[in-house]
């Protein structure tokens, strides 16, 4: 049996030799009969649930030892806002500094050597969260006139943390 991948695009070299790598490891391989099925492993039954995922979070601590008290207190009482839950998720993701910012990707090795890690907004300092969401003067205009339109005033925080608790 001979494995065929389609992609969607033009592959770029280095995605060539992780392919490369891939196929190594598939060789010898045959594909099962049964239908594959989605299997939430921390889940009791298999079944992804949110009480689940947050005690998988919270055993593996994400960083939340490392955090201060005021830090922690942040982290306990995020799931408690009767926020969407996606919007819960993504506080949580953005607090550890986990969003995809061009910084977190290229330490990922996600970015090629020579791409730009500058803001892909304002271009003036590299891409973090903290820049994206408090510091680039292009999105601080946005959160500007929302909070203009809203009829709230804000000062900038100088970190995220400082921001949740407002």
């Known amino acids: 049996m001979r494995w065929l991948f389609r992609w969607r695009r033009e592959l770029f070299e280095w995605e060539k030799d992780i392919v490369k790598d891939l ?3 598939l060789d010898g391989r045959v594909m099962g009969v049964k239908p594959d099925v989605w299997v939430w492993k ?27 008290d005021m830090e922690k207190v942040i982290f306990l009482e995020i799931w408690r806002c009767k ?3 996606k919007v819960l998720a993504f506080s949580w993701t953005l607090l550890l500094d986990r969003i995809p910012s061009k910084i977190n990707l290229a330490n990922r090795s996600l970015l090629r050597a020579d791409e730009s ?19 680039c ?8 006139e929302v909070m203009r339109w809203l009829n709230f005033n804000i000062i900038t925080p100088p970190n995220l943390f400082l921001h949740a608790l407002g």
């Open 23 to 25: 196929l190594a490891r």
């Open 42 to 68: 921390p889940g009791e039954d298999g079944m992804f649930s949110l009480k689940s995922c947050y005690t998988l979070l919270h055993s593996l601590s994400y960083g939340v030892a490392n955090l201060n």
């Open 83 to 85: 926020a969407p839950t």
């Open 117 to 135: 890690k500058r803001c892909v907004f304002c271009d003036e300092r590299e891409e973090s969260a903290i820049h994206l969401f408090l510091h």
């Open 137 to 144: 003067s292009w999105v601080s205009k946005v959160w500007r």
